[in-house]
């Protein structure tokens, strides 16, 4: 807590060195005459000194307790303040609180509903919220509807292999991988829209960068071409980065993250080529072949050395899913790219232009093994007044492991999900 974030809990303004505060006991040091405290709310953590009294004694870490006090000014303080504590009313004791110094990494997923409250855990889900509310800070500003697509899907939109299948009274039904086909149709009614959901993957693979269930920020544009889907991802990721430095400086060095660095962030990101890819990755030891797709390390390999993100453009067209656009200048290609974060971590946004032909994403969804009638709906988008439109998808999650500098993604969401986990 600082001086200055904590007066939103000063009850008593008359004198202003009167302070009455309510939070959680961060650390706890009894000693002969005296117990220090940090105290600890959702701005931080202060210091407290009180006499060691017997009531006073059987406070406890995580304890909830109300005090008021005398604060002043001390350099060497955690924030740079001391209460000197007059009362302290103890509100919600807390019994033998489990996490202590040594802990390993499987005990803090097994009690994530108390490491919640870890510093660590609270700087992250600070940036987070920043990231949230900026996104939607700059959709707003430039005239994007939010739009509220559904969960419970029949259409299948990235592939078979990473459907989640719910019984849907006795009806066969997926949760939702991607708001995109929705959203697509939408765009005929409202031209601009964006959407933040839930998306599910069943993903059998254990990397540090996959959930079963993340946090999708998507959008999807009438008119707009690959070049000017490019801009909007750019522009939007920029915006978001510069917020979360100024309103989560304090967050990112925490967290170990130089926001200086993240500051530096500037459009426009530069390209390379799915080509340049697997060349580069050949020269780096990999063996590489045109079709293949990459993986957590090629990724890092391709923007460990990055200080700036970079779009990765075009792919095969047979890795891309069916409603990707065929590049007209280069057949084998699509109109697609990915967005890739500097220093390893890799990818965090996949968008491009749609196919627009009703034969040409007939004849995919076909070759992609799934029934045309179940893409009835998705179909009637390209017989009514079809037009050529752009859209992508960021994954909140791998845009908040870059910014806080995070080596798996678990911690960029209270409760993971992920193959080995669903609980708590
Ligand atoms: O690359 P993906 O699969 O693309 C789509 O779903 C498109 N339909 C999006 C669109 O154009 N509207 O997913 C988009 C992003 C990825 O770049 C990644 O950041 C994130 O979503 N993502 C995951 N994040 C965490 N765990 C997973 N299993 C993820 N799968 C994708
Ligand atoms: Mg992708």
């Known amino acids: 807590m600082t001086y200055q974030k904590i007066s939103y809990c000063f009850e008593d303004k008359r004198k202003s060195d009167d302070v009455k505060l309510k939070g959680w006991i961060h650390r706890l040091r009894k000693q002969k005459g005296n117990i220090f405290l940090t105290l600890r709310d959702h701005t931080g953590i202060i210091q407290c000194i009180l006499p060691r009294t017997e009531e006073y004694s ?9 005090l008021s006090g005398v604060i002043n000014k001390d350099e060497r303080s955690p924030g740079g303040y001391e209460v000197h504590v007059d009362n302290m009313d103890i509100i919600g004791l807390s019994d033998n609180y489990p996490i202590r110094k040594d802990f390993s990494t499987e005990f803090l997923n097994d009690v994530r509903h108390l490491w919640n409250r870890s510093r660590k855990m609270q700087s992250i889900m600070k940036v987070k919220a920043e990231v949230l509310h900026s996104a939607n800070e700059w959709f707003h500003n430039n005239e994007w509807y939010q739009v509220t697509p559904p969960i ?18 006795g009806d066969e039904a997926y949760l939702s991988q991607s708001a995109q086909l929705y959203l697509e149709s939408l765009i005929y009614s409202l031209d601009k829209v964006w959407s933040l959901t839930t998306s599910f993957r069943a993903e059998k ?17 009438a008119w707009a071409t690959f070049e000017d ?61 045109y079709g ?49 974060a500097p220093k390893g971590y890799g990818e965090i946004l996949t968008g491009g232009q749609r196919e627009d032909d009703l034969d040409s994403i007939s004849r995919r969804i076909n070759n992609e093994g799934f029934n045309t009638e179940d893409y009835s709906w998705y179909l009637d988008l390209r017989k009514y007044g079809s037009v050529p439109h752009s859209g992508f998808g960021f994954g909140i999650e791998r845009i908040v492991r870059w910014l806080c500098n995070l080596d798996h993604i678990r911690d960029t969401i209270p409760y993971p999900r992920t193959r080995a986990r669903s609980f708590p």
């Not at 801009?231 to 978001?240: A, D, F, I, K």
Request: aromatic fraction near 8%; glycine fraction near 6%; charged fraction near 30%.
């Open 58 to 66: 059987r406070v406890t870490i995580e304890s909830s307790i109300e």
């Open 152 to 169: 419970i899907n029949r259409t299948a939109c990235e592939g078979g292999s990473t459907l989640f299948k719910v019984d849907y009274f």
């Open 205 to 221: 693979s254990k990397t540090p960068r996959h959930l079963a269930e993340f946090t999708h920020l998507e959008g999807e544009q």
């Open 229 to 289: 889907i490019l801009g909007v991802e750019e522009r939007l990721l920029t915006y978001v980065v510069k917020q979360v430095v100024e309103k989560n400086y304090a967050e990112l060095e925490l967290l170990g993250q130089d926001p200086n660095d993240l500051n530096k962030i500037s459009t426009p990101f530069d390209r390379i080529t799915y080509r340049e890819a697997i060349e580069i990755l050949n020269q780096n030891g990999k063996t590489m072949e």
């Open 292 to 340: 293949d797709d990459f993986g957590t390390d090629d990724e890092r390999i391709l923007t460990l050395e990055l200080d700036n993100p970079i779009f990765l453009v075009g792919a095969p067209v047979a890795a891309k899913p069916f409603y990707t656009k065929i590049d007209p200048c280069d057949e084998g290609n699509v109109l697609s790219a990915d967005i890739l």
